[in-house]
């Protein structure tokens, strides 16, 4: 299982929370942050959007949001 860390700026709390994330895990990346995971990443987007950004708007953060993304498969 493929499984995608987001490291998001908290100014995108709101709008991370409006997408039906749970927000309230804080990031250990850089304590500005918060954390959010995507469990079973689809293999075919990690292809396809190669980019943080372009990988978290898929699944519905917005692209300038991101901090840090961790890959774990």
Same mark, same amino acid.
């Not at 990346?29 to 500005?32: A, H, L, T, V």
């Not at 396809?48 to 978290?56: P, Q």
């Given at each position: 299982m493929t499984t995608a860390i987001f490291h998001v700026d908290n100014e995108y !709390?709101?709008?991370?929370?409006?997408?039906?994330?749970?927000?309230?895990?804080?990031?250990d %990346? +850089?304590?500005?942050c918060f954390s959010v995971t995507v469990k079973?990443?689809?293999l075919n987007a990690l !292809?396809?959007?190669?980019?943080?950004?372009?990988?978290?708007s898929h699944y519905g953060l917005m %692209? +300038?949001?991101?901090?840090?993304?961790?890959?774990?498969e």
């Open positions: !709390k709101d709008q991370a929370a409006s997408v039906g994330f749970d927000v309230s895990k804080p990031s %990346y +850089e304590d500005d079973n990443v689809d !292809k396809v959007f190669t980019d943080w950004g372009d990988l978290a %692209y +300038e949001s991101i901090i840090y993304t961790e890959i774990n």
